[in-house]
């Protein structure tokens, strides 16, 4: 069974540091890995989506990295500023066919102004 | 882009009511709606998958006969919560597949449905 795993829980950074967030699974055999975002009783908002095949994708001041032998990714977000404060998930799906997607539990991010 | 909503956006009801929860997909066609349940400061769990025209399939441990799907239409998907007590509390989120073919389709995530149930 797939689990995620994303730490550190949650993160408070001064405005203009970088953001690490990482997440990781322990079934290497993913079709791809999706980035979130979720701000307060909202709902998700897709930020970056990773094929299995693919190392990283960028949008912006957002970075992803994808280690899928090692079953990490890492999610980077450039000089953060007050409006990126918000809770990110991560979330794999497991073959091309499957629809289920497996999420981790999420970071919950604070940028201090 | 595709626009996911749900109705309501909050709802409080007395334990033992039922409380009927729309998911709409706006601009497209969706076949299958997917029902997710998030409790505070918690990920989201999958409760349930839902295909247009047929019976949805329910994950290990969710009460299909407490948590009644009708996916009546390809833009409509509606959760109802029966006999409501205060554990059924949560947050619902609902997404809808957008299926291009096998590997390239995509879920969009509706706003989310506060139920609290007194």
């Known amino acids: 069974k797939q689990e995620v795993t994303q730490i550190p829980a949650a993160l408070s950074v001064p405005e203009g540091e970088n953001l690490v967030l990482n997440c990781s699974f322990t079934d290497s055999a993913i079709y791809n890995l999706q980035w979130f975002r979720q701000d307060p009783g909202k709902g998700l908002t897709s930020l970056l989506l990773?094929?299995?095949?693919?190392r990283e994708q960028t949008s912006g001041r957002l970075n992803a990295s994808l280690d899928k032998s090692s079953g990490r990714s890492t999610l980077y977000i450039a000089a953060s500023q007050p409006g990126d404060s918000a809770t990110y998930l991560c979330?794999?799906?497991?073959?091309?066919?499957?629809?289920?997607?497996?999420f981790g539990g999420g970071t919950r991010v604070l940028v201090k102004p | 882009g595709a626009v996911v909503s749900q109705h309501p956006s909050w709802v409080i009801c007395k334990s033992g009511t039922s409380v009927k929860i729309e998911c709409r997909s706006l601009d497209f066609q969706a076949t299958t709606m997917f029902w997710y349940r998030q409790f505070p400061k918690q990920s989201l769990m999958l409760m349930a998958t839902s295909n247009e025209g047929s019976k949805a399939t329910y994950e290990q441990g969710v009460e299909k006969d407490k948590f009644l799907i009708n996916h009546a239409s390809l833009t409509l998907s509606t959760l109802t919560v029966t006999s409501a007590h205060p554990e059924d509390s949560s947050f619902y989120i609902c997404?809808?597949?957008?299926?291009?073919?096998?590997?390239?389709?995509?879920?969009?995530f509706g706003p989310g449905t506060r139920l609290t149930v007194l």
């Open positions: 990773i094929q299995s095949s693919q």
């Open positions: 979330a794999v799906r497991p073959t091309a066919a499957g629809n289920k997607l497996t």
């Open positions: 997404s809808a597949r957008v299926f291009q073919r096998v590997g390239t389709d995509t879920q969009y």
